[in-house]
T-cell receptor, first 110, second 113 residues
Framework: RKEVEQDPGPFNVPEGATVAFNCTYS??????FFWYRQDCRKEPKLLMS???SGNEDGRFTAQLNRASQYISLLIRDSKLSDSATYLC???????????FGTGTRLTVIP | GAGVSQSPSNKVTEKGKDVELRCDPI?????LYWYRQSLGQGLEFLIY????????KSGLPSDRFSAERTGGSVSTLTIQRTQQEDSAVYLC???????????FGEGSRLTVL
């Protein structure tokens, strides 16, 4: 089983829509969780960290469900500029490396 | 520039040749990571350096791959006897502290003919 699994999509949504992505992880002892964004042919950039209590940053909400070992990203009022690949990232407990999911591609359509 | 710098940005080589990829992390960042990303795929962890500790090499796919980090700063990833399946974008990232935000370079795109 992969350390981090995501639905690759693509998700094609109209402007203004709400879209949610889930990501599952295999190591129940993982402690650090992140969402990164990667634009086409660009390097990944941190979108937001994911905290146990859930956290919000503008139109973006991240949640962690430890019992089911998944994290989610909710994007409200989608903008054309949200079109990108969203990468789920989880630490490997006992090591300092981070595992990236394969990413979920989002396309926001006018 | 204050970001992570990688060179070369593009490298085309023939099968069997050796290549070196360079990463200059953000000054003061103690953690340095190498990942590779094949077309349409996610990031595959290769190796991790943290300060003066022994590197975590658990992601290196074969003994043809090696990396070093001199003086706790610049890192070089070396691929010996390149194969076509080595073709990918090799991404370097640095962070401080470890498991903090990773700042990526723009990557080195390797094509093995």
């Amino acid at each position: 089983r992969k350390e981090v699994e995501q639905d690759p999509g693509p998700f094609n949504v109209p402007e203004g829509a709400t879209v949610a992505f889930n990501c599952t992880y295999s190591n129940s002892a993982s402690q650090s969780f992140f969402w990164y964004r990667q634009d086409c042919r660009k390097e990944p950039k941190l979108l937001m960290s994911v905290y146990s209590s859930g956290n919000e940053d503008g139109r973006f909400t991240a949640q962690l469900n430890r019992a089911s070992q998944y994290i989610s990203l909710l994007i409200r009022d989608s903008k054309l500029s949200d079109s990108a690949t969203y990468l789920c990232v989880v630490d490997q407990t006992g090591a300092n490396n981070l595992f990236f999911g394969t990413g979920t591609r989002l396309t926001v359509i006018p | 520039g204050a970001g992570v710098s990688q060179s070369p940005s593009n490298k085309v080589t023939e099968k069997g040749k050796d290549v070196e990829l360079r990463c200059d992390p953000i000054s003061g960042h103690t953690a340095l990571y190498w990942y590779r990303q094949s077309l349409g795929q996610g990031l595959e962890f290769l190796i991790y350096f943290q300060g003066n500790s022994a590197p975590d090499k658990s992601g290196l796919p074969s003994d043809r791959f090696s990396a070093e980090r001199t003086g706790g700063s610049v890192s070089t990833l070396t691929i010996q006897r390149t194969q076509q399946e080595d073709s990918a974008v090799y991404l370097c990232a640095s962070s401080s502290p470890p498991l903090g935000e990773l700042f990526f370079g723009e990557g080195s795109r390797l094509t093995v003919l």
